[in-house]
């Protein structure tokens, strides 16, 4: 996604990486200026049991995995660096490299903001932030700060967008032995999404085609309430935007490429709870996310999942089941998931996961060719691998 022009936003990120490295140098000389930096990655490989869908990470890829191994479904490397002044100034930036739309790696600026946190309880942000949608929202790409080994995917690829380029004010205050949060977050969003779909729409034609949608968001405005009290965390958040979208359509059944075509218009709101505890021993997770859309009700939907697992030493099994349903009148849909896995620490910024999911095949934030009747009523199982790593 990018507001800031690619090559613009590539390059000032470059270069506030650089003046980080420059400034970590010079902190010998002036100790009021300290440069803080690192990564992360994910080294991951995932099959199915189909070869006529394939199974990807959310609509922003467009491509997945199927009975050929796949790479790039959960590969990611992130590079991270920070100057800071007087504890009270920061320059952030984030580069991302990961699968994005027709590319197994795009790198792309995930974060860059300047920071003002002076006031005691206050944090000011402005520039590139993340969007905080979800429980697990400024480290959900960080697969070793997750438990599982991915943050599931009927939840989390309802909402393509990660990061708001605008202004984002936070404030922490102490509540006898809680911590009560609140953070409020505008500006605008984008993403290029991909989904098939009958050609023409609704036509009844039985053909299919791949549609290739530029969404953006001009105004986006987020609140995100959060409470954490000893080993338990609550969250609430909505997330309110007006949505404009441009469709392509590189292949359809017959005739030529066509672009620029325009798509839906309309208002979404997004709502989400979720709760976690975890104790250090044991870890459960639960969240429910809802969107509504108006005037049409065309995008409307509900997803829940709960997770837990128990850590036995370095190595922790778990389980996470999730559904989803598609609430819009006319096209209602339900779609399971469920997963076992295992998560092995062996080093302390190293950590090795294996899981095993099964999903209905017919939810296109998932599956790439989702409403082909080759698909319909197959279920899939996805088999997949990962080391995590931070530095």
Not at 276 to 289: F, L, R, S
Not at 323 to 331: I, L, R, V, Y
Request: glycine residues 10%; contains cysteine.
């Amino acid at each position: 996604m990018t507001y800031i022009p690619r090559r613009t936003a590539l390059a000032a990120a470059l270069c506030a990486t650089g003046v980080a490295l420059l400034a970590g140098h010079a902190a010998h000389a002036n100790d009021d200026v300290k440069f803080k930096g690192g990564g992360f990655g994910t080294l991951g490989a995932a099959r199915t049991n189909l070869d006529d869908t394939q199974f990807r990470n959310g609509l922003t890829q467009y491509s997945g995995a199927d009975k050929t191994v796949d790479l790039g479904v959960d590969s990611r490397l992130g590079l991270q660096g920070s100057v800071i002044y007087k504890s009270d100034f920061a320059l952030t930036a984030q580069l991302l490299g990961m699968r994005r739309q027709d590319e197994d790696f795009n790198l792309d600026v995930e974060w860059l903001y300047a920071q003002y946190t002076g006031v005691p309880g206050l944090d000011l942000k402005a520039g590139r932030v993340a969007l905080a949608a979800f429980l697990v929202s400024d480290s959900r790409y960080v697969g070793y700060a997750t438990p599982w080994l991915r943050v599931p995917p009927l939840v989390y690829s309802m909402l393509p967008y990660s990061t708001v380029d605008g202004i984002q004010v936070g404030y922490r205050h102490s509540i006898g032995p809680a911590v009560a949060s609140v953070q409020v977050s505008h500006g605008r969003s984008r993403a290029e999404i991909s989904a098939l779909g009958e050609f023409p729409p609704n036509s009844g034609s039985g053909l299919f085609a791949e549609s290739r949608l530029d969404t953006r968001s001009p105004k986006v405005t987020n609140i995100n309430l959060m409470l954490e009290w000893g080993d338990w965390t609550a969250r609430i958040g909505q997330v309110k935007s007006d949505v404009e979208m441009t469709i392509d359509i590189p292949a359809p059944p017959f005739g030529g490429p066509l672009s620029g075509l325009p798509g839906p218009v309309f208002k979404d709101t997004f709502t989400g709870f979720g709760l976690q505890y975890d104790n250090g021993q044991v870890v459960a997770i639960a969240e429910h996310v809802k969107r509504k859309t108006k005037p049409q009700q065309s995008f409307d939907a509900t997803a829940w999942y709960v997770g837990g697992g128990y850590h036995f030493g370095s190595v922790l099994p778990y389980v996470i089941i999730s559904k989803f349903t598609g609430d819009s009148p006319g096209a209602e849909s339900t779609t399971k998931g469920a997963a076992v896995g295992v998560r092995y620490d062996f080093a302390s910024n190293l950590a090795l996961k294996a899981e095993f999911a099964r999903y209905d095949a017919n939810n296109s934030l998932i599956f790439t060719d989702a409403v082909s009747p080759s698909v319909m009523g197959k279920k899939a199982k996805v088999i997949s691998v990962a080391l995590d790593f931070v530095f």
